[in-house]
């Protein structure tokens, strides 16, 4: 696996623990592979550990109507208490609370969910909410959250979702993504000034890697849509892009598939 994989893994295990990624500087050697398996493992310990605080919760929310759980939950629990019972009640229950929370607090508890195991409950949010949580996270640059949901919403959330993010966000969201086969998906959804504002956050944000690494899970249709782009790119962009390339801040596969 590439150095840009660990990357990626380490922003994931940074979020898991509630750190910094440059905590965890001294594992940027470590497989991807490896890493991706001790974040697993410190997920499910960290659920188990206040499994039956979280159990105590997800029984008590059953036993009221849902529209009064709701409203508890909202104004007294923290949203990490609010995502975990989220995960132990009956999806449809869960459904019927996040329907009657608040945008900004159901982006709280967004932030604190583990969304695999969540995946009815998050296939049955409608695309429009799932748009309005989406662009509140990227507005707080909650990455690492917003990728780990993409395996688990519908088409059509996708779709909605991706509509409102800017090119600058669709990188920094695809770097992060749990499933990369999702990144060729996500390219068939862009418009074209979505990719020019990837290209033009590259050269301005220094976005190589993640630039690079949405080449890398690209089909012939798409990495030929980004050929296109490129080419129509400003004229600093480009030149830009070569000297990364150059540098090794892009790699030479990268470069071919936008000049090819």
Same mark, same amino acid.
């Not at 956050?201 to 690494?213: F, V």
């Given at each position: 696996?590439?150095?840009?994989?660990?990357?990626?893994?380490?922003?994931?295990?940074?979020?898991?623990?509630?750190?910094?990624?440059?905590?965890?500087?001294?594992?940027?050697?470590?497989?991807?592979?490896?890493?991706?398996?001790?974040?697993?493992?410190?997920?499910?310990?960290?659920?188990?550990?206040?499994?039956?605080?979280?159990?105590?919760?997800?029984?008590?929310?059953?036993?009221?109507?849902?529209?009064?759980?709701?409203?508890?939950?909202?104004?007294?629990?923290?949203?990490?208490?609010?995502?975990?019972?989220?995960?132990?009640?009956? $999806?449809? *229950? &869960?459904?019927? @609370?996040?329907? !009657?929370?608040?945008?900004?607090?159901?982006?709280? %508890? =967004? /932030?604190?969910?583990?969304?695999?195991?969540?995946?009815?409950?998050?296939?049955?949010?409608?695309?429009?909410?799932?748009?309005?949580?989406?662009?509140?996270?990227?507005?707080?640059?909650?990455?690492?959250?917003?990728?780990?949901?993409?395996?688990?919403?519908?088409?059509?959330?996708?779709?909605?979702?991706?509509?409102?993010?800017?090119?600058?966000?669709?990188?920094?969201?695809?770097?992060?993504?749990?499933?990369?086969?999702?990144?060729?998906?996500?390219?068939?959804?862009?418009?074209?000034?979505?990719?020019?504002?990837?290209?033009?956050?590259?050269?301005?944000?220094?976005?190589?890697?993640?630039?690079?690494?949405?080449?890398?899970?690209?089909? $012939?249709? *798409? &990495?030929?849509? @980004?050929?296109? !782009?490129?080419?129509?790119?400003?004229?600093?962009? %480009? =030149? /830009?892009?070569?000297?990364?390339?150059?540098?090794?801040?892009?790699?030479?596969?990268?470069?071919?598939?936008?000049?090819?």
């Amino acid at each position: 696996m590439s150095p840009r994989e660990s990357t990626a893994e380490i922003q994931k295990l940074a979020h898991t623990l509630g750190v910094e990624p440059a905590r965890l500087s001294a594992l940027a050697d470590v497989p991807a592979a490896d890493l991706r398996v001790l974040r697993a493992q410190i997920a499910d310990a960290l659920f188990e550990a206040d499994r039956p605080a979280f159990a105590k919760m997800a029984a008590l929310s059953k036993a009221l109507p849902g529209s009064v759980a709701a409203k508890i939950t909202e104004h007294a629990l923290a949203p990490l208490l609010a995502a975990r019972t989220a995960e132990l009640v009956e $999806p449809h *229950r &869960a459904v019927d @609370m996040v329907s !009657r929370m608040s945008d900004g607090y159901l982006a709280d %508890v =967004s /932030a604190a969910l583990d969304p695999a195991r969540a995946p009815e409950v998050i296939a049955q949010i409608p695309a429009d909410r799932i748009a309005t949580i989406g662009a509140e996270l990227a507005r707080r640059k909650e990455w690492v959250v917003i990728g780990g949901f993409v395996a688990q919403i519908s088409a059509g959330a996708m779709a909605a979702a991706v509509a409102g993010f800017d090119g600058e966000q669709l990188l920094r969201i695809g770097f992060v993504l749990d499933d990369k086969t999702r990144i060729d998906d996500i390219v068939a959804l862009v418009t074209d000034a979505q990719i020019d504002e990837m290209l033009l956050a590259a050269e301005g944000q220094s976005l190589w890697t993640e630039l690079d690494d949405l080449l890398a899970h690209l089909g $012939p249709q *798409r &990495a030929g849509r @980004m050929r296109v !782009r490129f080419g129509a790119a400003p004229a600093e962009v %480009v =030149s /830009a892009t070569r000297a990364a390339a150059k540098s090794g801040a892009l790699s030479k596969a990268g470069l071919a598939c936008l000049t090819a």
